[in-house]
């Protein structure tokens, strides 16, 4: 950075290319590293995608579109796409609902705010794998607390993280259970932004019911928040891996499966690295659509005002 | 909302509802201290007390420090989020500082490089890096775990937009003082920057302390894992049966950040909410 230290001599006479030398300068580092460890691996694994290539193997050769049909016909990856489209179509009006009761409720009033919302943030900040083991002591089968209760009432609880029927629900409720902190703080945010003087203006207007005044006043003026909260929790939704790989490792026989995970498998268990790839992209498409979605979103935004 | 002068009767009702809903998400918590502290035979009797009859802290808690190295994952812990977050600051400032307040060719080019990068997780470029690291020898060691995640362009980006909105007047003054552009970013901008760098830190701190998918990938022993993948370990090690260890393993790796959270809440819950955004 010494280089940096002597352009300062001339600095006051400067021309525009001493400022230009400075800029690239102190931006080499990122610069660097934004190319080896971002770009170009980026670029590297779109191509990855169009070859058959194998970790260890002697070489590889392009194969086009090859990785992609065989995905067409590979159920298990449907099976993960599908896994993947109901976790998120689960996970977000239920994490999106469940955070903007709560952030109206601890908004309707002034005691306890900070200790509900620390409450509901903790899993937020709380180590999803090890969070993820207490879920499953939580629902064993035999010795869960869960089935524990049901028994009690005489219900049979069923094996929630092995049976096909119920591992998908089980897995999306942990992850209501993770977002919903994330998106009450946003939803907090949201609340205190709105003018108190709309709310006093529709009593005065006839709008007496807290009802009439959350149709009227809170949910239009949260509208911008609540678009971008939706935005937000499916492209973290897509994401889904950690509670996968430790519950399920996509069992029962693909029950689970979802699209991080098959991609894992496929890469760095079985060494696919042309088909992960081609996973990778698929997740990628999925992603920048999503974002693609969001800036809509947030242009509307800018016209509500 | 409506500023009302609630008497405590009237606001029962909503207190009650949230303690209720609070109690019901605090459930895994709760479970898992408790069963962190009971005896085997107990934790398979399925019985609905909390407290346990006979106490198991030693054996519990003592089997999880006998058989898995925790120290060691903690201390991982720390020098990979350590490693990442000075990197990504050292990277991020003066490139941030250059995009919002130098004009040179190619400033659009660099933004919108920027921009770009924002777009692509973590996962996309992950395959060709495990690739490289595997070529260069590099797997199972803390370069292969911080290195890819050195280049933070959030932070690149959240400096830019903070930095735009400092005064020009602030760094014209300390260039009239001579001093250099280095200079002034280290020792001008950087002390008014403390409020987006307190944020990022928190942000890039919880996130990479919980990221399970990366060390997964390039760590195979515990001399390297971090604390998430040591429960990982921990798991395959002490198989399913055990509730009671894992659990007090789970106890112990989750303690650091839960009360790094709760001693600096506020910051915590700012912190995420505004740099959070990026998902």
């Given at each position: 950075m010494s280089d940096a230290a002597i352009l300062s001599a001339p600095a006051r006479r400067r021309g525009a290319s001493g400022e230009a030398i400075t800029a690239w300068a102190l931006g080499l580092p990122a610069v660097l590293a934004y190319l080896v460890l971002l770009l170009l691996p980026t670029l590297a694994a779109i191509l990855l995608a169009f070859t058959d290539y194998e970790l260890g193997a002697p070489a590889f050769a392009w194969i086009g579109l090859g990785n992609f049909t065989e995905l067409l016909g590979d159920r298990g990856f449907a099976q993960a796409l599908r896994n993947t489209i109901f976790y998120v179509a689960v996970v977000t009006p239920g994490s999106i609902l469940g955070a903007l009761a709560i952030a109206l409720l601890i908004e309707a009033g002034t005691r306890g705010r900070t200790l509900f919302r620390a409450v509901f943030f903790l899993p937020v900040v709380s180590l999803t794998v090890a969070m993820a083991s207490a879920w499953q002591y939580l629902l064993?089968?035999?010795?869960?607390p869960l089935n524990a209760v049901l028994r009690q009432v005489g219900i049979a609880g069923p094996a929630w993280l092995s049976s096909s029927d119920t591992v998908m629900w089980s897995l999306a409720a942990i992850g209501i259970w993770e977002n919903l902190g994330f998106n009450l703080v946003l939803f907090l945010a949201g609340l205190t932004a709105i003018p108190r003087e709309l709310y006093a203006a529709a009593e005065v207007d006839g709008a007496p019911s807290a009802w009439e005044r959350f149709r009227l006043v809170t949910w239009p003026m949260l509208g911008p928040t609540t678009l971008f909260v939706l935005t937000i929790t499916m492209i973290r939704s897509v994401r889904v891996f950690d509670t996968v790989k430790v519950l399920t490792q996509g069992g029962p026989n693909k029950a689970s499966e979802v699209l991080l995970h098959a991609m894992y498998l496929e890469g760095?268990?079985?060494?696919?690295l042309g088909y992960s790839a081609a996973i990778t992209l698929v997740f990628l498409a999925i992603v920048l659509a999503l974002m693609w979605l969001q800036t809509r979103v947030l242009d509307k935004r800018v016209h509500y005002g | 909302m409506v500023e009302r002068e609630n008497s405590l009767l009237r606001d029962m009702p909503r207190l009650l509802v949230l303690s209720l809903l609070g109690l019901l998400l605090l459930m895994p918590y709760i479970w898992m201290v408790a069963a962190s502290l009971k005896p085997a035979d107990e934790i398979f009797r399925a019985s609905l007390s909390l407290i346990p009859e006979r106490l198991a802290i030693a054996e519990n808690y003592g089997r999880v420090f006998e058989l898995v190295p925790v120290g060691r994952y903690l201390l991982n812990g720390v020098i990979v989020c350590g490693g990442i977050l000075a990197f990504q600051l050292i990277f991020a400032i003066p490139a941030g500082y250059a995009l919002a307040k130098l004009n040179f060719r190619g400033r659009e080019l660099a933004f919108g490089a920027v921009m770009l990068g924002l777009?692509?997780?973590?996962?996309?470029?992950a395959l060709p890096l495990y690739a490289g690291f595997s070529q260069l020898g590099l797997l199972d060691t803390y370069t292969a775990l911080i290195a890819p995640s050195t280049i933070s362009v959030f932070a690149i980006f959240l400096f830019r937009q903070f930095f735009k909105s400092l005064p020009d007047d602030l760094i014209h003054a300390a260039r009239l003082d001579g001093m250099s552009e280095m200079a002034i970013v280290w020792r001008v901008v950087l002390p008014n920057a403390w409020p987006a760098a307190t944020a990022f830190a928190i942000f890039s701190v919880v996130a990479h302390w919980n990221d399970l998918f990366w060390p997964l990938i390039v760590v195979n022993t515990p001399?390297?894992?971090t604390p998430a993948l040591g429960v990982l370990f921990f798991r395959t090690t002490e198989g399913d049966d055990d509730f009671g260890a894992l659990m007090a393993a789970a106890v112990v790796m989750t303690a650091p950040l839960v009360i790094a959270f709760l001693l600096a809440q506020r910051r915590f819950v700012e912190g995420i909410a505004t740099t959070g955004l990026k998902g």
């Open positions: 064993h089968p035999s010795i869960g760095f268990t079985y060494f696919r | 777009l692509v997780p973590p996962h996309v470029p001399e390297h894992a």
